[in-house]
């Protein structure tokens, strides 16, 4: 089955530690994303990749950072600069032309609280 | 930069009832208009959308217009049901996705 796969579900890290969080996908989209999700706050951008290689800054980059060496993958790393860093991370990923696109599918999400 | 104001809620209905949800842009071009919904422990999943002016988005009996006269999207249905209790986000596409703060919908029986 196509998807985007996040993992893992729920990650505890201690202040000040780096922190790796996964997002894979198969459906063969060029563009992915990724979210930090706070109560009332909505879905925030923190990066989004439109190609291989590529990657732009979204609305709360700071104190994150991510790759993207393959079409598949689009790893983000909660940094020790980050000063708040609990929150529910959301990954996805959709087909985007220009200034059309299908719809974003989006995976389950991480949730990172750190201790 | 480009951006979505919503609606704030929380909103709660009776059953039956009618609902809408605004929600606005800000863009300089003529962005693709989304609404997702997230039902309770689910992930975000789209519920309609529309990619031009004057294109009407529809799906569960949810509806919504892109207005650029008036750079809208409002999310309305008229009679909704406990089942749609939700939070629902207006999101626009223009080169990247942004998504607005959401709205909580609660639907009494």
């Known amino acids: 089955d196509g998807g985007i796969t996040q993992s893992p579900k729920y990650l505890f890290r201690k202040e000040g530690q780096n922190v790796t969080l996964s997002c894979e996908q198969n459906l063969n989209h060029d563009a992915m994303y990724w979210y930090r999700q706070d109560p009332g706050q909505g879905l925030r951008l923190i990066y989004y990749s439109q190609i291989v290689n590529d990657f732009q800054k979204g609305d709360i980059a700071e104190g994150y950072s991510v790759s993207r060496e393959k079409k598949e993958s689009f790893p983000l790393t909660v940094t020790s600069a980050q000063k708040n860093p609990t929150a529910f991370y959301l990954c996805?990923?959709?087909?985007?032309?220009?200034?059309?696109?299908?719809?974003?599918?989006f995976g389950q999400g991480t949730r990172l609280t750190v201790v | 930069g480009d951006s979505v104001t919503q609606m704030e809620g929380p909103v709660t209905l009776s059953e039956e009832a009618f609902l809408t949800i605004n929600c606005t842009y800000t863009?300089?071009?003529?962005?693709?208009l989304f609404w997702y919904v997230q039902y309770p422990g689910e992930g975000l999943q789209l519920l309609l959308k529309?990619?031009?002016?004057?294109d009407k988005g529809s799906n569960k009996g949810f509806e919504a217009t892109y207005r650029k006269e008036t750079t809208s999207f409002h999310l309305e249905k008229g009679s909704v049901q406990v089942s749609d209790s939700a939070v629902y986000f207006c999101a626009l596409y223009d080169y990247k996705l942004s998504f607005g703060a959401g709205t909580t919908v609660t639907v009494r029986a």
């Open positions: 863009a300089t071009g003529y962005p693709s």
């Open positions: 529309a990619t031009k002016a004057d």
């Open positions: 996805a990923s959709s087909i985007g032309e220009g200034r059309v696109s299908t719809e974003a599918f």
